[in-house]
């Protein structure tokens, strides 16, 4: 990682190191967005501005996509990005090179589509959100 601040970006290889100051923040996680990563955020009584998830697959019954309903839930924006492009576990590739493969209706509403670059769409938020403070966490 370089030592360059995003601005309201969150990078976490595994869903289970979110804390409580992740509110309000865009959060990408490596974990698969099965009902035991959206586990954590449900449990930590917060919401960010979206997570990105990997979406594993899918996986039988759509296991791997099921924190879709449960944040919206909690009202937490939510989508996948596909597994075919990043690496399950490595938030800073699915950052860099996911593409999204399912939203939630929080996150439709928020502009993000199936098809989009997981990097062009928080892009386009932090050029385009002037309600944004900034948090100096690092980038990839």
């Known amino acids: 990682m370089s030592s360059e601040p995003c601005t309201n970006l969150i990078l976490l290889d595994s869903i289970a190191l979110i804390e409580?100051?992740?509110?309000?923040f865009i959060v990408v996680s490596g974990s698969h967005g099965g009902a035991s990563a959206a586990k954590f955020v449900l449990d930590?009584?917060?919401?960010?501005?979206?997570v990105f998830y990997n979406d594993a697959g899918g996986g039988k019954d759509d296991a791997g996509i099921?924190?879709?309903?449960?944040?919206?839930?909690?009202?937490?924006?939510?989508?996948?990005?596909?597994h075919t492009s990043a690496r399950i576990g490595d938030a800073a590739d699915g950052y860099n090179n996911g593409i999204v493969t399912h939203v939630n209706a929080l996150a439709a509403a928020m502009g993000v589509r199936v098809g989009d670059r997981v990097?062009?769409?928080?892009?386009?938020?932090?050029?385009?959100?002037?309600?944004?403070?900034?948090k100096e966490t690092p980038c990839p």
């Open 20 to 24: 409580k100051d992740a509110a309000g």
């Open 44 to 50: 930590i009584g917060i919401q960010p501005k979206i």
């Open 66 to 82: 099921v924190a879709l309903s449960l944040l919206a839930g909690i009202r937490v924006p939510c989508a996948t990005y596909a």
């Open 119 to 134: 990097r062009d769409v928080i892009a386009a938020w932090q050029t385009n959100d002037p309600t944004q403070t900034p």
